[in-house]
């Protein structure tokens, strides 16, 4: 993920597009890489596996801190407006 893509995914989590910080897993560390299903649609992260292997250059991200100070998880799917 990239900063433009931060900012993406709290909007989707959060509803605003502020973002804080990142917490990222060791690149050593096997697991999912979670991106958006949609590039098109800024309101709607569905956490789906990535199909690319990690890079050296690349670890995943497991959380972002968005603007309202809360850590949302990059592995679960979240919309805005929510639904419900």
């Known amino acids: 993920m990239n900063n433009l893509q931060y900012r993406k ?3 989707c989590a959060s509803g605003t597009y502020q973002f804080q910080s990142v917490l ?3 690149c050593s560390v096997v ?3 979670y991106e958006y299903s949609d590039y098109a649609d800024n309101l ?3 956490a789906a596996a990535s199909p690319w292997p990690y890079s050296e250059h690349t670890c995943p991200v497991k959380s972002v801190i968005c603007g309202d100070g809360n850590s949302y998880d ?3 799917d979240y919309q805005y407006p929510p639904k419900g």
């Open 9 to 11: 995914f709290c909007k």
């Open 24 to 26: 990222q897993w060791e």
């Open 31 to 33: 697991g999912q890489d």
């Open 44 to 46: 709607d992260w569905a």
């Open 74 to 76: 990059t592995g679960k």
